[in-house]
């Protein structure tokens, strides 16, 4: 921050402004009635309140705290917008049956902490906050604010350190203004290396849910299976095929799968028999094509424009989302918040995956430097 020029500060932060503006006034025109009147139709059991959602473009356009120079208090107006917002949902009587969560924008720690406190002297019992914006941080960074700028002992993915201080931040807002929080939802918390940072930062007495589409966009558009045996791994369906012809189908081993190879047969000797005449070449996205050998033996794995291969889209969803449900049983438990840590622990010492290991590491600084 004492490296940004007073004037590209002030051209930011009146950027920042103007981003907030637009905000109001496409919250001003989306009724809330309407809005309610369309959630009400699922006929749900929890439900999302309207939320402000100007802290979440500010990081999408890349207008930081240290380039914008902002205050914590100017996220605290934006938060109250949500409370307010809120509110209005909660008093609605047609959800006085329902578990109404206010969404909370959060850049840093301390801004996490104060949007917690504000959030639990209005009462809010049941907190959500957007992940997808924070997990699209391409960037690295060597400290991060918590309270004061701390250093890091080296450059890490700055959406785990992001990630890891808010959360931090909301349990300790919520810890100091010494109200309860009983329900944290990840709104869009689909990397489940992930999740063992929900269980390892908030007291078990808080209910733990996420919910994101990636399942579904791995699935459709980077043909990417979920390793059913290896929660944290992904496969594309060509390299699926490749482990199944190398006699290793532990990443498949979900009852979507199970179910499509019922329909549709899966004959990985037939299949090996073919490869192997043909030389064993590479395992390719077109050796997986839907009118190949290798497809025809092992449907499950092909993979086509269109239609073709809707079937096979919809069982990579089904089995992906399957996969992720297991991740997150997993940490169900009522010592979850050892259990978390050690599998943070594990994770860092078994990936292979730079961003995943070096984060993590760096979630683990964290952890000690503010306490979990």
């Not at 002992?153 to 201080?165: D, G, L, N, Q």
Request: neutral net charge; charged residues 25%; proline residues 5%.
């Amino acid at each position: 921050p004492r490296e940004v020029p007073p004037d590209l500060e002030r051209e930011a932060s009146t950027a920042a402004h103007a981003v907030c503006d637009r905000v109001d006034a496409l919250l001003a025109a989306q009724p809330l009635e309407a809005l309610i009147d369309t959630q009400l139709r699922m006929h749900p059991t929890h439900l999302i309140a309207k939320e402000d959602f100007a802290t979440a473009s500010l990081l999408a356009l890349g207008l930081e705290r240290d380039i914008t120079g902002w205050p914590v208090a100017y996220f605290d107006r934006r938060n109250r917008k949500s409370l307010d917002l809120w509110e209005s949902v909660r008093t609605d009587p047609r959800c006085r049956t329902i578990q109404v969560f206010a969404t909370l924008g959060a850049t840093d720690y301390n801004t996490a902490r104060s949007a917690a406190r504000l959030a639990a002297q209005r009462g809010v019992e049941n907190v959500a906050l957007g992940f997808a914006g924070l997990n699209k941080d391409p960037w690295t960074c060597k400290s991060y604010l918590a309270g004061h700028r701390r250093a890091l002992p080296s450059s890490a993915p700055r959406r785990y350190v992001r990630i890891t201080a808010i959360l931090l931040g909301i349990r300790d807002g919520y810890r100091e203004a010494g109200c309860p929080l009983k329900a944290f939802h990840a709104l869009g918390m689909g990397a489940r290396d992930q999740f063992p940072l929900l269980a390892t930062i908030f007291d078990h007495t808080t209910a733990l849910t996420a919910d994101a589409t990636s399942p579904v966009h791995d699935a459709v558009s980077d043909l990417v299976l979920y390793h059913a045996q290896d929660p944290g791994e992904r496969v594309e369906a060509w390299e699926a095929a490749g482990l199944a012809l190398r006699g290793d189908e532990s990443a498949i081993r979900s009852p979507f799968c199970h179910h499509f190879i019922r329909q549709h047969g899966h004959d990985t000797a037939a299949a090996r028999a073919w490869w192997e005449s043909a030389g064993s070449p590479a395992v390719n996205r077109e050796l997986v094509a839907p009118e190949s050998p290798l497809a025809a033996h092992l449907p499950l794995f092909a993979v086509g424009r269109g239609g073709v291969t809707a079937e096979q889209e919809k069982t990579r969803i089904g089995h992906n989302h399957w996969v992720t449900d297991k991740a997150a049983e997993a940490l169900d438990h009522p010592e979850r918040r050892g259990l978390g840590r050690k599998m943070i622990e594990d994770l860092v010492e078994k990936r292979d995956h730079f961003s995943v290991r070096e984060g993590l590491r760096a979630s683990i600084e964290i952890l000690g430097t503010i306490g979990a």
